[in-house]
T-cell receptor, first 113, second 114 residues
Framework: QKEVEQNSGPLSVPEGAIASLNCTYS??????FFWYRQYSGKSPELIMFIYSNGDKEDGRFTAQLNKASQYVSLLIRDSQPSDSATYLCAVNNAETSGSRLTFGEGTQLTVNP | SAVISQKPSRDICQRGTSLTIQCQVD?????MFWYRQQPGQSLTLIATANQGSEATYESGFVIDKFPISRPNLTFSTLTVSNMSPEDSSIYLCSVVGHTKETQYFGPGTRLLVL
């Protein structure tokens, strides 16, 4: 089992729809969870982080965390073509890994005009 | 977040040669990391660059192949030694920000080994 697993994708949604990106992790001691966006040919850009169970909203983005289910998701409301990118989920267990992050394989999102 | 630059941004190298990649940050940071991203894949951590001491390498990566320097809190280098085509990747440095465990990435160095 991979440490961090994401929807294999690619995911395609129409403009204005909600895009839902999912991530599961195997280390139950994980404490910090991150979503990065990576445009083609660019480096990853941090868009959200979440530490506590529940929802965290930032503009059109909502991160959801359920530690009992070892599940973290990213919702993008009112999706725009500019949201088309690969989204990477990353997980940290500071007690065992310090500041090191473990990344999933990424989900490629395409928002169609 | 810190402003991170990398040099070179891209390079094409011959097998058997070595390339040193520089990572410069505009502020002092405690933690710096080096990652590799092979074509179409996610990020793999190579090592943690420790200021004033030897880097800490992840499983599968060794100092002889990827020597790292961290002379101060704003600068690090990664050398890819004795390159082969399998080393063709994007190499990224990252730093930990002020918010717990958040990492910010440099623009990356795109390396092609022929």
């Amino acid at each position: 089992q991979k440490e961090v697993e994401q929807n294999s994708g690619p995911l395609s949604v129409p403009e204005g729809a909600i895009a839902s990106l999912n991530c599961t992790y195997s280390d139950r001691g994980s404490q910090s969870f991150f979503w990065y966006r990576q445009y083609s040919g660019k480096s990853p850009e941090l868009i959200m982080f979440i530490y506590s169970n529940g929802d965290k909203e930032d503009g059109r983005f909502t991160a959801q965390l359920n530690k009992a289910s070892q599940y973290v998701s990213l919702l993008i409301r009112d999706s725009q073509p500019s949201d088309s990118a690969t989204y990477l989920c990353a997980v940290n267990n500071a007690e065992t890994s310090g500041s090191r992050l473990t990344f999933g394989e990424g989900t490629q999102l395409t928002v169609n005009p | 977040s810190a402003v991170i630059s990398q040099k070179p941004s891209r390079d094409i190298c011959q097998r058997g040669t070595s390339l040193t990649i520089q990572c410069q940050v505009d502020s002092q940071v405690t933690m710096m990391f080096w990652y590799r991203q092979q074509p179409g894949q996610s990020l793999t951590l190579i090592a943690t660059a420790n200021q004033g001491s030897e880097a800490t390498y992840e499983s599968g990566f060794v100092i002889d192949k990827f020597p790292i320097s961290r002379p101060n809190l704003t600068f690090s280098t990664l050398t890819v030694s004795n390159m082969s085509p399998e080393d063709s990747s994007i190499y990224l440095c990252s730093v930990v920000g002020h918010t717990k465990e958040t990492q910010y990435f440099g623009p990356g160095t795109r390396l092609l080994v022929l």
